[in-house]
């Protein structure tokens, strides 16, 4: 079956443009995470959406970043006036209802973004 | 807070050589465990996660992982490295809790290098 997908899997965009970044999760997953991959930080947790909950936004690292999920399904994360240090890979990944924990995620093979 | 040290950032073995990644966690209640891998340009995917069973986790690709309380680690190991396993291994954790909403806390990676 189809896994996260993840568009588009490389953008390369100037500073101070804004930029969405999309996942399509598995089908019947009701869990979303979004995380970020970089080479100061490593991996990080951005943003989770579980059903029609309220998001846990605490991994955001400034205003700049938002994300939605329409429908319980797809998700953008929005990055607005782009910076250098905004340069990442951003993984997608989904899971069934996290429950107690220890739900397996999956992830897509994420978007490299590159700030000129 | 909860933290995850993975031991070496990159181990060099030869093929047919036992591979040993390690990790440890910082919580007075062990957390769910669990191992990923990350080929290049790719996303991350399960190896084994442990949560409450076996203290021994079989995984995929012939790893495998034991929890230790006494140690608070969770070392992965695989008896007889392949070079198809030369990759990034990521350990990462969860807390336990019905409030958990399964964001993982990951460690900086370890690369493993897999010499003819």
């Known amino acids: 079956g189809a896994g996260v997908s993840q568009s588009p899997s490389n953008k390369v965009t100037e500073k101070g443009k804004d930029v969405e970044l999309r996942c399509d999760p598995i089908?019947?997953?009701?869990?979303l995470y979004w995380y970020r991959q970089s080479l100061g930080q490593g991996l990080e947790f951005l943003i989770y959406?579980?059903?029609?909950?309220?998001?846990?936004k605490s991994g955001l690292p400034s205003d700049r970043f938002s994300a939605e999920r329409t429908g319980g399904s797809v998700s953008t994360l929005t990055i607005q006036r782009t910076q250098q240090e905004d340069s990442a890979v951003y993984l997608c990944?989904?899971?069934?209802?996290?429950?107690?924990?220890?739900?397996?995620?999956?992830f897509g093979d994420g978007t490299r973004l590159s700030i000129l | 807070a909860q933290s995850v040290t993975q031991l070496g950032s990159h181990v060099s073995v030869s093929e047919g050589a036992l591979v040993l990644l390690r990790c440890n966690y910082s919580?007075?209640?062990?957390?769910?465990l669990f191992w990923y891998v990350q080929y290049p340009n790719q996303g991350l995917q399960l190896l084994l996660k442990?949560?409450?069973?076996?203290?021994l986790v079989k995984g995929i690709n012939g790893f495998e992982a034991e929890f230790k309380k006494s140690e608070t680690s969770f070392h992965l190991t695989k008896p007889s490295a392949h070079m198809s396993d030369a990759a990034e291994y990521f350990c990462?954790?969860?807390?336990?809790?019905?409030?958990?909403?399964?964001?993982?806390?990951f460690g900086q990676g370890t690369t493993l290098q897999v010499k003819p």
């Open positions: 959406f579980q059903g029609n909950s309220a998001p846990d």
């Open positions: 089908s019947g997953h009701t869990a």
């Open positions: 990944a989904s899971s069934l209802a996290p429950g107690m924990g220890h739900q397996p995620q999956h």
């Open positions: 919580s007075s209640v062990p957390p769910y």
């Open positions: 442990y949560t409450s069973a076996a203290t």
């Open positions: 990462a954790v969860t807390p336990r809790g019905s409030s958990n909403t399964g964001k993982l806390i």
